[in-house]
């Protein structure tokens, strides 16, 4: 016997990327429903070799359905996740709105799975953000090997970070200064973002960091180890997918470089790509559409006693949001909420 799934978000980006996840991956499913607002009642989505229509999340019963992937932004989840999860249906959730919450699990698979067993309180698993995600799966496996005590991380993400209409204006400013020498006006950024970089990822906050600062850290700590000291800068530039991490990471005890890479090239969705040479290292244009983290340029920092930089990059969309969700279905089902075949 498969489950019962449910996609909320099915047109945005992340939504229908988990369609294509959960077709690929070949998840046990029974039932499946797409779901969208009322203005995007009726359309299309492919799941497979299927097309499904969407239906109204407004009006939409969650009884007698066991997961529901949630994609639909902190607002809408507020309203309906809620309504999900009291129906009896395992809500995992995209947005940034229960990621803080004590009760609800934040979970990276390859990272903290026994977490999952938590979900039963509130019957809502939350999926970290983007940018934390790939990050955490970089850092797990080093920090069982010598103590994590401090992350300095610079991030360069992609506009599908910030939906479809981001995605659209880098296109719109870029096509707009290339071809026809016009000046686009930003509307989904502060600044141009074409030929540009930003370094403003969400509100800024009182002490100067923006949140989207503020949710690598407590996210890391809340997934990984809350003694681990993190600080962030995170950049938007213009690539339409695929996030790039510059991280240093300082242990208690020394780890060469070359054991660093033997244990990030045996750590499960690790993906090393690390010569020493032109091209030797992976950018985020060659990353896209794959499940993997991919790491590069790891080498010793001679600055500090126990330290190592390396870069890594993912399909934001992907392993920073869809994949990852999708990752958590898997593993609800194999801990918590197994079937008879």
């Given at each position: 016997m498969g489950y019962r799934v449910v996609v909320a978000g099915a047109t945005g980006n992340v939504g229908r990327e988990i369609l294509n996840i959960l077709a690929e991956r070949l998840f046990p499913i029974d039932d499946i429903a797409a779901l969208a607002s009322r203005k995007s009642l009726g359309t299309d989505c492919s799941f497979g070799d299927k097309t499904l229509k969407t239906q109204?999340?407004?009006?939409?019963?969650?009884?007698?359905?066991?997961?529901?992937?949630?994609?639909?932004?902190?607002?809408?989840?507020?309203?309906?996740?809620?309504?999900?999860?009291?129906?009896?249906?395992?809500?995992?959730?995209?947005?940034?709105?229960?990621?803080?919450d004590p009760r609800v699990p934040l979970i990276v698979p390859e990272v903290n799975p026994?977490?999952?067993?938590?979900?039963?309180?509130?019957?809502?698993?939350?999926?970290?953000?983007?940018?934390?995600?790939?990050?955490?799966?970089?850092?797990?496996?080093?920090?069982?090997?010598?103590?994590?005590?401090?992350?300095?991380?610079?991030?360069?993400?992609?506009?599908?970070?910030s939906g479809k209409a981001a995605m659209d204006e880098l296109w719109d400013q870029t096509k707009g200064i290339f071809v026809y020498g016009e000046e686009v006006k930003p509307q989904e950024y502060p600044k141009q973002i074409a030929f540009n970089v930003i370094p403003q990822i969400d509100k800024f906050m009182d002490d100067g960091q923006t949140k989207e600062e503020w949710k690598m850290v407590v996210e890391t700590k809340k997934i990984l180890d809350k003694n681990i000291k993190l600080t962030a800068t995170c950049v938007r530039v213009p690539v339409f997918v695929g996030h790039a991490e510059s991280v240093n990471v300082e242990f208690?005890?020394?780890?060469?470089?070359?054991?660093?890479?033997?244990?990030?090239?045996?750590?499960?969705?690790?993906?090393?790509i690390d010569k020493r040479e032109p091209g030797g290292y992976t950018t985020p244009i060659e990353c896209v559409g794959d499940y993997a983290t991919f790491v590069s340029r790891i080498r010793q920092d001679t600055t500090i006693e126990?330290?190592?930089n390396l870069w890594c990059v993912s399909d934001n969309l992907r392993k920073g949001a869809a994949l990852n969700a999708v990752q958590i279905a898997e593993l609800l089902g194999r801990r918590c909420l197994k079937k008879d075949n």
């Open positions: 109204d999340l407004e009006t939409f019963d969650f009884f007698g359905w066991d997961i529901a992937l949630f994609a639909v932004g902190s607002e809408a989840t507020q309203k309906y996740a809620r309504i999900a999860a009291k129906s009896g249906c395992v809500v995992i959730d995209n947005s940034s709105l229960f990621r803080n026994d977490a999952i067993l938590n979900y039963k309180e509130t019957n809502i698993i939350a999926n970290p953000n983007c940018s934390t995600a790939q990050l955490v799966v970089v850092l797990k496996p080093l920090h069982d090997r010598a103590k994590i005590k401090r992350v300095v991380v610079s991030t360069y993400q992609s506009v599908s970070g208690d005890d020394f780890v060469d470089d070359d054991e660093v890479r033997t244990i990030l090239r045996e750590a499960p969705g690790v993906l090393v126990n330290g190592i």
